[in-house]
Nanobody, 126 residues
Framework: RLVESGGGLVQPGGSLRLSCAAS????????IGWFRQAPGKEREGVSC????????YYADSVKGRFTISRDNAKNTVYLQMNSLKPDDTAVYYC?????????????????????WGQGTQVTVSS
């Protein structure tokens, strides 16, 4: 299963680092995506990283502020979030799909991914 951590309350302009850890299987063979869902809104793709880290993808709303990375030795994927804004408030989810099944043009779609974590709350507020 996938387990997210690192969420919390932060002031605008602050930073958080989310982690997505896998238990029971290795992430080596998977591409990993981060999604978020704000109250009353649909879940949206935030970022995605390929198996080898050679390809990363970002939503326009987070480009230049968020960075996705992975440490396969630790079986963990990270989402470093800087310059946070109130609009970033949401539950953040990580998701996994077998690397060969990832279509680069569809990384932001929920149905691209097969496995999901339970989510971690991020609240940006003063």
């Amino acid at each position: 299963r996938l387990v997210e951590s690192g969420g919390g309350l932060v002031q605008p302009g602050g930073s958080l680092r989310l982690s997505c850890a896998a238990s029971g299987f290795t992430l080596d063979y998977f591409a990993i995506g981060w999604f978020r869902q704000a109250p009353g809104k649909e879940r949206e793709g935030v970022s995605c990283i390929s198996r080898s880290s050679s390809n990363t993808y970002y939503a326009d709303s987070v480009k230049g502020r968020f960075t996705i990375s992975r440490d396969n030795a630790k079986n963990t994927v990270y989402l470093q979030m800087n310059s946070l804004k109130p609009d970033d408030t949401a539950v953040y989810y990580c998701a996994a799909v077998l690397a060969w099944m990832l279509s680069p043009t569809k990384w932001y779609l929920e149905n691209t991914f097969s496995y999901w974590g339970q989510g971690t709350q991020v609240t940006v507020s003063s």
